[in-house]
């Protein structure tokens, strides 16, 4: 141990503990000795052999003593403990002794053997004895690679050794058939797994001489296996169905004959073989056959009457009964041979069948002789006589039942679960130690009357309504029987299946994880000639078994004796079996092969050992000190008369009891030993009282539930649904709170026995499980009571109740005369919460033991106020139950039933008058009443429920003349109460205010554990999360909200529904939806919704959104007051279809209003224009996908005035329209070649037009003057660019909290942006996926606002150039917002049917026109930056101008007056938003420049088919500019006459980077360097220097050009000149650009010789 524990425990005296004391077995009246040689050392464990013994000490050393023949002196005996020493340092944690072998575990779960080895039991080959321990090697095969095996627990038998793993799993060595292996070669020296418990949960395990015992957690329910078809061992049909003439025999009793040892050494063993071919239906192998043949036939009888027999239904809380019935062999008819089904069941799990069991048999006139027949044995007339009562019974009631069950009634299974009737275990005799053939035949008699009431098994309902009946206590009545299957019987069966509450535990996981589980089942295997086995026969088993009857006995404990077996049980009880030869099985019965329960007259056996031919029994006596009783051989010494008698029934040791508190017993072959603690400062004494109380409190509630709970459960007309509900409820907590006493119990036993630790206490360390089974419990109980369960209850009860006065009496503590009823049932229902006192005062007790400055003295102090506060708690709860009671005794009777439910407490009502409604009416009766949820005002006939969660309550102050006033607010009212006294208001105020308060938090039964018992509570919060119904606001009526309030209105995030469907999510502000929120409103006749998500003011919508309507279109943009107004977008038409009709532009009111682009999916033309009510009205452009081009006035949305309109194929016409395409008026036409009619048109354009008029043939000279004219004047009647978007424009200002453009507080708008990045980013933060990292870190950037002080400069020019590209680059900035906004507009206006070659030059309006504004806004926002076209100077002139490329002198970078950096909204807006707009703008360039680029492209793949030499020549370039060399893959190279694509290539290759590039400024730096390139090449060929003129340089630049190959160069360069600076025209760069374009003409009008 560490040394704090070591400290600690010396503080509770540990040099008192763990003493060793030793005497002979049998000898009742000698004092036990202490063990001399242990000089202090605390044993924790010890095991005892047949002469030996081990001993386990604290310090995980282990000590010998006894005769030790495996030992160099064989013969002379040990009295002091010998050190193994083979041990020491394997800290060993658990010891195990055999008859003569020894085990030990170490701490790692490694095994050491040693002693005997005859028979292989120490897992050594061929070594008759092991002197000293030996390591065992357990490796699990099935693994790979082998892992070894973890041990926690050994048990040795005579020959052979058990270990459980870790894994719950029994591994076997040693000879035997009690290995459980499926083996016949013995020894087995290499442990093997028991497969056949394998996947079971084994908790403990025992051997005895012969037979091993193992006990098993049940399977929990959701492990049902499908029930097998055939045994898997000797493939048997596992049911068996035999048609009679009125009825079906079902049986499912097969035995499988593998599981019985056939072995030939043995002769002792009843050999049996499956001989069904024996004549005359006798299959008796052996004379002493006899002995177990006719209670075959008996247990069988009985088996089809009594509710579960041996073959055990399943509990009706479904876990799995593994194993089959022990005997229930079927008898078939007269004609038949008795077939020999043995009995060693393999585990062919028969998981229960509906009609499990039903193998009663048909009645036939030669049934009795028949049973004759079967029983060769002395005929005593009365075992005759019985038998064919019994035979005959049976199968009236089979007949009735198998009748029953063809008629579909129900299956038997719930029959027989209803009707808790004991079963029977029929126990057969062991042949070979019976006293004689009188007494045979007296006993076997006994045994069929006796054991047929016993061993009861327990299915979760026989559990709560089974009579609990010891052997003997009630004689078997045939007319009893026969009544229970009476009319009655099935009347009550067809009742509401409701009634039938399960009343096993409900299976706790949780519970079962941290205490041992009661849910138990024991196997055993071995030999079985004593009867150890419990299978009601004296058969051997090879494999385990389950011994059925022990089921539901909640075994805690096994112990097994030399030829006997005892389980000990979480109600203190003890079942033995096995050889009663000296009495050692505690019961006068002979030798019994099925459990029965011991006599012990102690208070409750917590400990258990069963020596080799006698048993220890460790009781509860009345001051809590452990008793130790006695059952087994007696050797009194006086006068050497009667050597050995028997003990009648166990005695108690009194010498035992002078010695100290015993902790544990042990029992071998001569000897007794038992460990003792000494009582240092009452600690060992606490604990002891703490477990004793603990188990007869479980005892207690078992009896309870047996007794009184599950009889009630029975009972018929227990009222409403709701009571039994309620009723039910409280019976399962009450059953899962007695489980997890009773697993409290069980795991108190096993702390006593090991080191008692305080600390270790599970009511300490797993104190949540019992607080937490005590409040549920407390809800439940009263619950039931406040709905008047008890008073109900006990009028249906009464029969069944004055029927048990006295149980009743005794269960309830109660000795008063005249007792009500219903206090009675109250008594036993709350007497579980009197522990919990108990358990604080013991922890305290205990604490008392310790240091004050120790953690365990905290701990336990801590633990038991957590308890008394708990108490304390539940004593409230139960005082407010009995008062609410009380209160709805005294109520008028209509309101109760609307008013009353399980969970509602009065807390306190005004019928002293204490409390009036103010201004109410003279004769109106007003009565307030507070609940826990709800404050009701009730009036003559009427009330009104205000639920607690919505109601605020606030005392008004006194100046206003409202003397005592209380103002309530709910949602939808508000009034004042007026109270008599200041006190009344004081204590209404507290009132309300703790209830409201309580109601919010909304666990009201959990208190705070550990902390003090009243918590001060402050005020309820005004702001609070709850759910209302409105009832009668005009606008919410019946809607649903739930979500944030704020006095009385909803305010925050939230969700409302209606009555009709609407709904509405998202925040709102005193009372109406405001903020971000999503709206839906279901279309009735188009079975689909209107979804809205946005932003909503004072209850509509307002702000930016989307609208998706149910038609199937949706609107994405600006509302105010619930209607579209601002910039939107509405999509409509198929939205399946790629591209759906669009428009995007202004509303105003709900209608198109303003400038707006019409994109008509289904006429194939766009219009861009102005819109008034939702029709085109005023000036257009409208574009087809046919190439028409028509730009003028529209009205009422007709093509209505002047227009002009183009054809493809550049016709022009000019003049009046009166309808779409349709010509009417005065005009002129142009033909395309400059031909022109001028005068009077009518007709649709494309389908004949009448013409009166003039045609005019112009000549040669004048065309060229006049055809590009009509053309020249495109645009003049569109829309001009200024006018278009002024409603996004707007927008923008808007955010930035500006009237109009230009008009508004700087720094007001400043903040506004800062509140949009900030309420943005908070709404995202929900959804991360939205904003990506990189997002992220621009909107931190962008927090911070640049600022300017003093001159302007250059850096914080670029400065604001970084914060708009910032801004620009996240919607959540005005800025961002703007920008994508325009991009979105612009693409939808020039793309698609936009994409129009007229269009060009619109477009490029627009984006100069976005530009203007853009700066006019950025200029707002950053005053200091200079005005458009004003210069930045430079703050120190560079040192040494560049050498300029065309002229000597040096030149600085402009031709501007004074030197500096020119501020231009192209310079500055162009790189934020060109590239968005490019690929819609480049498209109508090149749509445009069509015709000449095709002939310039045609001109370059031409002259680019010749070599580099060809080429320069062919240009005219001077031959002193011919590369000498050239660079071609990094090596030098001559240019020879066949180079191609080499000369110049750097510069080529810096041209074509043209494309890649977007803006203007960019695209010219890239000619520049396309210059400075060429002008290096040149200079390192000519290695001087020089000045070009432009003749010598014009030619080589074309030889650049061409070689660039740059396909859309005509549009370039018109993109550039149309979007360049207009500063730049006259610079360096100005001329390079014209070069560029000279060059882009001269290619095209090249004539190629």
């Known amino acids: 141990m560490d040394s704090q524990e070591r400290s600690s425990e010396e503080a509770e005296g540990a040099k008192e503990r763990g003493l060793v004391y030793v005497w002979k077995a049998g000898s009742c009246s000698v004092t036990p000795a202490r063990l001399p040689g242990l000089s202090g050392k605390t044993v924790l464990q010890a095991a005892l052999g047949i002469h030996h013994g081990l001993l386990l000490t604290e310090g995980g050393e282990v000590y010998s003593f006894g005769k030790l023949p495996w030992r160099s002196q064989p013969e002379e005996c040990v009295n002091s403990p010998v050190l193994e020493s083979t041990l020491l340092g394997h800290r060993i944690i658990t010891v195990a002794a055999g008859s003569f072998h020894n085990g030990a575990v170490t701490e790692s779960g490694v095994v050491y053997m040693w002693g005997d080895n005859s028979a292989g039991q120490c897992a050594v080959a061929n070594q008759p004895c092991v002197p000293e321990p030996q390591l065992v090697s357990i490796c699990d095969s099935e693994t790979s690679p082998l892992l070894s095996v973890r041990i926690l627990q050994l048990a040795c038998g005579e020959e052979h050794t058990l270990a459980l793993s870790l894994s719950r799993e029994i591994w076997a060595w040693g000879s035997g058939c009690q290995l459980g292996l499926i083996t016949t070669a013995f020894p087995v020296t290499k442990p093997q797994k028991v497969e056949h418990l394998a996947g079971r949960v084994v908790l403990q395990i025992a051997c005895g001489a012969y037979h091993s015992l193992a006990l098993v957690q049940c399977l929990p329910v959701q492990e049902m296996k499908p029930i097998p078809e055939r045994c898997n061992h000797c493939s048997q049909p596992l049911i068996t169905m035999t048609d009679k003439e009125d009825h079906v025999i079902i049986s499912d009793s097969h035995c499988c004959p593998l599981g019985v040892a056939l072995s030939d050494n043995q002769p002792e063993n009843h050999v049996f073989c499956p001989s069904s071919d024996t004549p005359g239906g006798k299959s008796v192998t052996a004379g002493q056959s006899e002995d177990f043949q006719k209670p075959l036939v008996e247990q069988h009888r009985l088996g089809g009457l009594e509710s579960d027999g041996p073959s055990g239904l399943s509990s009706s809380d479904g876990r799995e009964d593994s194993g089959t019935s022990s005997l229930g062999n079927t008898l078939l008819s007269d004609k038949k041979e008795v077939k020999e089904y043995l009995i060693g069941l393999s585990d062919n799990s028969l998981n229960e069948s509906l009609n499990k069991n039903i193998s009663t048999e048909p009645e036939q006139p030669s049934q009795e002789e028949q049973l004759g027949a079967c029983i060769p044995g002395p005929p005593g007339s009365s075992t005759s006589t019985l038998n064919s009562l019994v035979a005959s019974c049976a199968s009236a009631v089979g007949v009735r039942v198998a009748a029953t069950y063809e008629a579909g009634a129900l299956s038997l299974k719930k029959v027989m679960n209803l009707y808790g009737t004991s079963s029977s275990e029929p126990a057969s005799q062991s042949g070979s130690r019976s006293p004689g053939p009188e007494a045979l035949k007296d006993s076997r008699e006994e045994q069929v009357r006796l ?311 599970a009511i300490l360390k797993h104190s949540s499980l019992f607080l937490d089974s005590y409040t549920e419990y407390c809800t439940s109980v009263t619950n039931f009571l406040v709905m008047g369960g008890f008073t109900l209850l006990a009028k249906p009860a009464i029969d069944f109740l004055s029927k048990n006065q006295e149980l009743l009496q005794k269960l309830s503590e109660k000795n008063e005369e005249n007792l009500q009823l219903v206090e009675v049932l109250n008594a036993l229902f709350f007497m579980p919460f009197g522990r919990l006192h108990n358990y604080a005062r013991t922890l305290l007790k205990l604490a008392t033991c310790f240091e004050v400055a120790s953690p365990e003295y905290q701990k336990l102090q801590d633990s038991s106020s957590c308890y008394e506060n708990l108490a304390v708690h539940l004593s409230r709860k139960m005082k407010e139950a009995e008062y609410t009671l009380g209160f709805w005794k005294t109520f008028p009777g209509k309101m109760t039933d609307s008013l009353r439910k399980p969970e509602r407490r009065l807390i306190c009502e005004s019928s002293n008058r204490a409390l009036s409604l103010q201004h109410a009416g003279r004769f109106s009766v007003n009565w307030f009443i507070l609940f826990n949820d709800a404050l009701v005002h009730a009036q003559f006939s009427t009330h009104h429920i205000f639920p607690l969660s919505t109601l605020w309550v606030e005392a008004l102050s006194e100046e206003a003349g409202n003397v005592n006033g209380l103002k309530i607010t709910t949602p939808e009212e508000q009034f ?673 010789t």
């Open 976 to 1648: 004042v109460l007026v109270s008599s006294t200041p006190q009344e208001k004081t204590k209404w105020l507290r009132a309300i205010s703790q209830a409201v308060d309580q109601a919010l938090r909304g666990t009201s039964d959990m208190i705070l554990y550990g902390a003090g018992g009243n918590v001060p509570r402050q005020e309820p919060p005004i702001s609070r999360s709850a759910k209302y119904t409105f009832y009668k606001d005009p606008r919410f009526k019946d809607a649903v909200y739930d979500g944030r309030w704020l006095s009385g209105k909803p305010h925050g995030r939230g969700i409302l529904k209606w009555a009709d469907g609407r709904m509405y999510s998202g925040t709102f502000r005193t009372g109406l939806e405001d903020g971000y929120g999503e709206y839906r409103v279901p279309n009735k006749a188009l079975n689909k919704e209107d979804h809205y998500v946005g932003y909503w003011k004072e209850g509509k919508m307002c702000g930016h959104g989307v609208y998706s309507y149910a038609t199937g279109e949706v609107y994405e943009g600006c509302f105010q007051d619930n209607m579209r107004h601002g910039h939107g977008l509405l999509r409509s038409g198929k939205l399946t279809s790629s591209s759906p009709s669009m428009f995007i532009g202004q509303w105003i009111m709900d209608k198109k209003s303003g400038y707006g682009v019409f994109d008509d999916i289904t006429r194939g033309e766009k219009y861009m224009g102005m819109w008034q009510d939702d029709l085109c009205q005023g000036n257009g452009v409208v574009v087809t996908q046919f190439g028409l081009y028509y730009e003028g006035a529209f009205s009422t949305n007709k093509m209505m005035g002047t227009g002009i309109l183009l054809s493809e194929d550049d016709t022009v016409y000019e003049g009046e329209f009166s309808d779409n395409w349709t010509l009417s008026g005065k005009g002129t036409l142009t033909l395309p070649n400059g031909d022109y009619i001028e005068g009077l048109f009518s007709g649709e354009w494309g389908s004949g037009i009448k013409i009166t008029g003039t045609y005019f043939k112009p000549s040669l000279y004048e065309n060229e003057k006049d055809k590009p004219k009509a053309l020249r004047k495109l645009g003049i009647l569109a829309v001009s660019p200024d006018e278009k978007w002024k409603a996004v424009f707007e927008e923008c200002w808007n955010q930035l909290g500006c009237e109009s453009p230009g008009q508004g507080d700087r720094w007001k708008a400043w903040d506004n942006i800062a509140v949009a990045l900030t309420t943005n980013r908070r709404q995202h933060k929900d959804s991360p996926e939205l904003l990506s990292r990189s997002h992220t870190q621009t909107l931190e950037s962008l927090e911070f606002i640049p600022q300017h002080i003093g001159a302007f400069t250059l850096e914080k020019y670029e400065n604001i150039k970084k914060y708009l590209i910032k801004a620009c680059d996240t919607p959540l900035h005005p800025l961002g917002k703007l920008v994508e906004t325009l991009v979105a507009v612009y693409r939808m206006t020039y793309v698609g049917v936009g994409a129009n070659r007229r269009l060009l030059q619109e477009a490029v309006r627009e984006i100069k026109s976005y530009l203007k504004r853009i700066f006019q806004l950025v200029r707002f926002l950053f005053p200091d930056l200079p005005e458009e076209g004003s210069t930045i100077p430079f703050l120190t002139t560079e040192p040494k101008g560049r050498r300029s490329f065309c002229s000597g002198k040096s030149d600085s970078r402009s031709e501007s007056p004074e030197p500096g950096y020119v501020v231009t909204s192209f310079g500055l807006l162009l790189p934020v938003l060109l590239p968005r707009l490019y690929p819609p703008l480049f498209m109508l360039y090149a749509l445009d420049n069509e015709r000449e680029e095709d002939i310039y492209w045609e001109c370059v793949l031409r002259l680019n088919k010749q070599t580099d030499m060809a080429l320069l020549s062919f240009l005219g370039v001077q031959a002193k500019f011919w590369p000498g060399t050239v660079s071609i893959l990094g090596e030098s190279r001559k240019v020879s006459s066949n180079t191609k694509d080499a000369c110049f290539a750097s510069a080529v290759e810096c041209l074509q980077q043209i494309s890649t590039t977007f803006t203007p400024a960019d695209k010219l730096k890239v000619i520049q360097q396309t210059f400075e390139e060429i002008s290096q090449s040149v200079l390192e060929s000519l290695q001087e220097d020089f000045l070009w003129s432009m003749d010598d340089l014009f030619p080589v630049f074309l030889y650049v050009v061409l070689r660039a190959r740059i396909r859309n160069l005509g549009s370039e360069v018109h993109l550039i000149e149309d979007l360049m600076d207009p500063y730049l025209q006259h610079g360096e760069q100005g001329i390079m650009f014209t070069t560029l374009k000279a060059c882009y003409y001269q290619i095209q009008h090249e004539k190629l």
């Open 451 to 761: 054991e047929s009431m016993q061993g009861k098994k327990s299915s979760s309902l026989v559990d709560i309504r089974e009579e609990e009946s010891e052997g003997g206590s009630r004689r078997l009545s045939l007319p009893g029987l026969l009544s229970q299957v009476s009319p009655r019987l099935l009347r009550k069966v067809g009742r509401a299946k409701m009634r039938t509450v399960a009343l096993t535990p409900t299976y706790s996981g949780e519970a079962d994880a941290l205490l041992p589980s009661l849910r138990t089942e024991v196997w055993s295997w071995g030999k079985g000639k004593e009867g150890q086995l419990g299978h009601g026969d004296v058969l051997p088993r090879l494999q385990p078994l389950c011994v059925k009857s022990l089921d539901g006995k909640e075994v805690i404990h096994l112990a097994a004796g030399g030829h006997h077996s005892l389980a000990l049980t979480a109600k203190s009880q003890v079942y033995s079996w096995g050889s009663n030869i000296s009495g050692q099985l505690g019961h006068l019965n002979s030798p019994t092969t099925v459990p029965r329960l011991a006599k012990v007259c102690g208070d409750g056996i917590w400990t258990t050992a069963a020596g080799l031919d006698y048993s220890l029994f460790l009781a509860d006596e009345k001051d809590f000190q452990p008793g130790l009783y006695y059952c087994g051989q007696e050797t009194s010494t006086e006068n050497n008369l009667n050597e050995n008698s028997c003990t009648k029934s166990p005695i108690l040791l009194v010498a035992c009891s002078k010695i100290g508190y015993i902790s544990n017993v042990i029992a071998g072959g001569d000897n007794c030993l038992a460990l003792v603690d000494k009582n240092v400062m009452g600690y060992i004494a606490s604990l002891h009282e703490l477990a004793a109380t603990e188990r007869r409190f479980y005892f207690k509630l078992s009896e309870i539930k047996s007794q009184v709970l599950r009889p009630l459960l029975g009972l018929d007309n227990l009222g409403n649904a709701n009571t039994i509900q309620l009723l039910q409820e409280m019976a399962s907590r009450f059953s899962k709170l007695c489980y997890l006493i009773g697993q409290h119990g069980a795991s108190l036993s096993s702390f006593l026995h090991g080191v008692k630790e305080a600390r270790s206490l």
